[in-house]
């Protein structure tokens, strides 16, 4: 199939100029290896005007957008590809306030359709970082930044960052998990999930890591006021400033969907070209997500 490639906007608007046009791009990714009936399996039907398919077996009528992120999108899908291409290749993160001006929506249907392109931004956990890594802690949110030392404040939201550095030591790809504390559980995960066991890691001298060296190469270094993980310190400052400039609250329940929005960008910062074609792609592989299962907690 043509995928869309590039951060062209009057591109993008000339070949994806209507709804019709976008259903068609769903339904090339969606049966790009043939037809299977969501229904009963059937892999025998035919294609009606380019984007639905009628099962030759129970007679369902299957539409691109079935079973898919883009399932009931209400406003239509253009809008919602416009949503998707804003949020996968502008370099500065956009409010739902913003969005919803832009594409004349309310707030909250921008901000509930921008946490489902999230939802897809987060990672299949198919490619965890290797070779050589940085692990620290941060939190984001409340005020005394700058101050330091590990923060107990409940205000401020707790992280775990890794970052892969490539030979000349740039930073290649990052992965941030919300956690509730600093404690060997709640630094677990993001080593299971996201990092090699083959790879050496460097963390500096907090305790929880200690458990960990168990089964991964963890060497501890003293992180001399950051001084030792700049590329680390770097990647931080550049989370907390888009945290910052959301400006609606971000709770606690919804903080890790903007880790990944944050991640996926900049883990396909040298693949600008295809980011929005994977955004698509993500947001048709993933299940329908519905509004009830994304908890309203939006305090503007
Ligand atoms: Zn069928």
Redesign the pocket.
């Known amino acids: 199939m043509e995928e869309f490639k590039g951060q062209d906007l009057l591109n993008f608007i000339k070949e994806l100029p209507n709804d019709e046009a976008c259903k068609s791009y769903l339904a090339k990714i969606k049966w790009h290896d043939g037809f299977t009936?969501s229904?009963?399996?059937?892999t025998k039907?035919c294609a009606k005007s380019g984007y639905t398919y009628h099962?030759y077996?129970?007679?369902?009528v299957e539409s691109a957008t079935a079973n898919t992120i883009f399932h009931k999108v209400k406003f239509g899908l253009q809008k919602a590809f416009c949503i998707a291409f804003e949020m996968s290749t502008s370099s500065k993160s956009i409010s739902s306030i913003q969005m919803g001006k832009r594409f004349s929506l309310r707030q909250g249907t921008a901000w509930y359709f921008m946490q489902k392109v999230r939802k897809a931004m987060k990672s299949s956990q198919k490619y965890p970082l290797e070779k050589l890594i940085h692990v620290d802690e941060f939190t984001v949110g409340g005020k005394e930044e700058g101050k330091q030392g590990r923060s107990y404040d409940s205000k401020k939201k707790k992280a775990v960052i890794a970052i892969e550095l490539t030979d000349n030591n740039k930073v290649k790809r990052v992965y941030i998990r919300s956690i509730d504390d600093y404690s060997a559980k709640s630094l677990t995960p993001i080593f299971e999930e996201h990092i090699c066991k083959s790879s050496k890691i460097i963390t500096d001298k907090w305790r929880g890591y200690e458990p960990l060296k168990e089964n991964f190469n963890i060497e501890q270094i003293y992180s001399n006021n950051g001084g030792n993980f700049k590329q680390l310190h770097t990647i931080i400052m550049q989370v907390k400033s888009w945290i910052r400039a959301i400006p609606t609250h971000v709770s606690k329940a919804h903080i890790q969907a903007y880790f990944d929005e944050f991640c996926f960008r900049i883990n396909r910062s040298q693949n600008k070209a295809s980011i929005f074609h994977k955004t698509i792609l993500r947001m048709v592989e993933s299940k329908p997500i519905y509004q009830s299962q994304i908890k309203q907690q939006i305090n503007v």
């Open positions: 009936c229904k009963c399996g059937h039907g099962c077996n129970c007679h369902h």
